[in-house]
T-cell receptor
């Protein structure tokens, strides 16, 4: 079974530029999560989707971050404009549903903002 | 106070040693508890769930003390391949939101 796919794997941009990350969850998984992991910290949930609806985006900096999952499968996370403190690994995860099932993580996108 | 607190380590132990990690959480309404493992520059992967009755998986034993809001992970007979960061994770409320600790780094040496 294919795992969670993410692209790109690495991205270097300058501050104030825009960037977008893509995630394809495990087939059949209704719930999709985006996490931000800053070096030396644990992952922090940014946004959670159930199919194409947002369940929790309380920790998403909405002035610069946006995310969508239009058809309830793939998802895109965008940062516009980027700041230095956005340098982190952006992890996508998926689970069968929003109950307490296991979340499976993708390899992440490593973002460096200069 | 952080929602989930762990000693960041690193814990440097010789191969074959027994090592224990502790974790405390602040939300008494937390419902589910896990240990995840994260290798360097890799994604987190579920190591084991933690139940009130305690659970064991081979060399790994996890325990939960709800009264003290405390979770532990014990690794017996450490292997070089156990070197990783161990993340304590709790969930609470609806939505399956995971709250991660900062992780404890383990280095197993020859």
């Amino acid at each position: 079974e294919a795992g969670v796919a993410q692209s790109p794997r690495y991205k270097i941009i300058e501050k104030r530029q825009s960037v977008a990350f893509w995630c394809n969850p495990i087939s059949g998984h209704a719930t999709l999560y985006w996490y931000q992991q800053i070096l030396g910290q644990g992952p922090k949930l940014l946004i959670q989707f159930q199919n194409n609806g947002v369940v929790d985006d309380s920790q998403l900096p909405k002035d610069r971050f946006s995310a969508e999952r239009l058809k309830g499968v793939d998802s895109t996370l965008k940062i516009q404009p980027a700041k230095l403190e956005d340098s982190a690994v952006y992890l996508c995860a998926s689970s069968l549903n929003r109950g307490h099932e296991t979340q499976y993580f993708g390899p992440g996108t490593r973002l460096l903002v200069l | 106070r952080k929602e989930v607190e762990q000693d960041p380590g690193p814990f440097n132990v010789p191969e074959g040693a027994t090592v224990a990690f502790n974790c405390t959480y602040s939300n008494s309404a937390s419902q589910s508890f896990f240990w995840y493992r994260q290798d360097c520059r890799k994604e987190p992967k579920l190591l084991m769930s933690v139940y009130s009755s305690g659970n064991e998986d081979g060399r790994f034993t996890a325990q939960l003390n709800r009264a003290s809001q405390y979770i532990s992970l014990l690794i017996r007979d450490s292997k070089l391949s156990d070197s990783a960061t161990y993340l304590c994770v709790v969930t609470g409320g609806g939505g399956n939101k995971l709250t991660f600790g900062t992780g404890t780094q383990l280095k197993v040496e020859l």
